[in-house]
């Protein structure tokens, strides 16, 4: 199973995502989403499980919760915004946050630990982001995937890059 892994986005889809999440099965969202719209756009493309972000406090956290667990193909997936909000039980194998914006792929104590970083506008980070999960019958693996610079765009104006020009960068977690 395919799934796409991305946070915040804070209002603004990039259209380097849509291509890069191009064969998902699913969409996992870490918070900080923006606007319903973000939503509707990646739910087109698979469906979505979200959780808020704390800058989703102003849009009435948009009805999402702030942490969820997910379980998919007998791996759970615990999915949070901000890791102080985190509360992954004994069973967990992967732990999905955001609000860093910085992408992190990380194993440790056996929990595979994955920041999509961001994939929107605004923040501080200068690459878009996202990260791909791939779960099967061998394990578990996380690849990182670098759309290009962020976009800073002037209200109604916009630029973009190729995504097939993006970078990969492979974890793997296997049963073995």
Known sequence: MLIGLIADTHGY???RVPPALKGVELILHAGDIGS???LATLA?????????GNNDAKLAQLGLPLRVDVDLEGVRIHLVHRLIDAAPGSDTR???????????VAKR???LWVNPGAA???????EVTLALLRLDDEGCEAELVLLGPRVVAARGSAAFGD????SHFIVSMNDN
Request: hydrophobic residues 45%; charged residues 15%; without cysteine.
């Open 36 to 38: 319903e719209a973000v």
């Open 94 to 104: 992967i732990i999905v946050y955001g609000h860093s914006h910085k992408a992190l």
């Open 13 to 15: 889809l990039d259209p």
């Open 163 to 166: 995504a097939s020009q993006g």
């Open 44 to 52: 087109r493309i698979a469906p979505v499980t979200a959780v808020a």
């Open 120 to 126: 929107g506008r605004v923040g501080f980070h200068h």
């Open 109 to 111: 104590e056996g929990v």
